[in-house]
């Protein structure tokens, strides 16, 4: 079984006509930053990047300077997770088993996944299967699916869409049905829907599918700042990110 919808819907975000997929490993390739505070840390930060990012990237744009410069008691992992993982169905399994579940044997307490783009759409797939294993997710201008399914939802409004008989190839109408969960407040609250906070620019080509879920968030959970979808709005909603009391500090 293949992964049909979302090969379509990657061929539109992909607007260049070749790309590379990379190689689909055995275990994920990772780079990893930990905390310089004198007792170890019991947070991991797992990151996720889009389509056309390196984990690398993350570095040279200045996502870890800018936790480290805050003092937050966190270790971080940033995961190779491209497209490749995505199109051979092997993501939630190597995130499940080559970084959390190492992560809790190691005595993590919270693990916090954040995705930009692509790796929004990874975060709430790994979310869907594994949400009691984590302990928060964070997504920058998440790519979510095909524009007309979105179209359907937002006419609908989220909690009132019905996502009717999914077919099982289906993969972005299965996860826009779990993704509604956090409409329904008996729901959003247990264990499986873990909290869900999401940041984009105001002119960002994905902003339509944040704004479906921002509605039916709680207050504060979803922020937005100038720019499109490129590095700058997303490091100014990091650093945001980064200064609500969410994390702890290095005491």
């Known amino acids: 079984m293949k992964i049909t919808s979302l090969a379509a819907c990657l061929s539109c975000l992909l607007l260049t006509a070749c790309m590379a997929t990379g190689i689909v490993k055995s275990k994920l390739d990772v780079i990893e930053d930990a905390a310089s505070c ?20 993350f570095v040279q744009q200045g996502f870890v300077a800018a936790l480290r410069q805050r003092k937050i008691a966190a270790d971080i992992v940033i995961a190779d997770t491209h497209i490749g993982y995505y199109t051979s169905e092997h993501l939630v399994t ?24 692509l790796g929004g759409y990874g975060s709430l797939l790994y979310a ?47 996860l826009w049905s779990w993704i509604k969960g956090y409409s329904d407040t008996a729901i959003s ?3 499986d829907w873990p909290p869900l906070y999401i940041g984009y620019g105001t002119e960002d080509r994905f902003a339509g599918s944040s704004r479906i879920i921002e509605k ?9 700042t100038d720019g499109g979808h490129e590095w700058l709005p997303w490091q100014h909603l990091w650093a945001g990110f980064l200064d609500r009391p969410l994390l702890p500090r290095c005491e």
Request: charged share 25%; hydrophobic share 45%; aromatic share 6%.
């Open 38 to 57: 004198k007792a170890p840390a019991s947070i991991l930060i797992v990151l996720l990047p889009g389509a056309y990012d390196k984990p690398d990237d």
């Open 94 to 117: 190597r995130l499940h088993e080559d970084i959390v579940v190492p992560a809790r044997n190691k005595g993590y307490e919270k693990i916090w996944m954040v995705g930009i783009s």
């Open 128 to 174: 869907r299967e594994h949400g009691a294993d984590i302990d928060g997710l964070f997504l920058m201008a998440p790519f979510l699916g095909n524009r007309s399914l979105l179209a359907e939802i937002a006419r609908a409004g989220l909690s009132g869409w019905q996502a009717g008989d999914i077919p099982k190839a289906d993969y972005d109408r299965l």
């Open 189 to 191: 609250t247990q264990a």
């Open 216 to 224: 039916v968030l709680p207050p504060g959970r979803v922020t937005t």
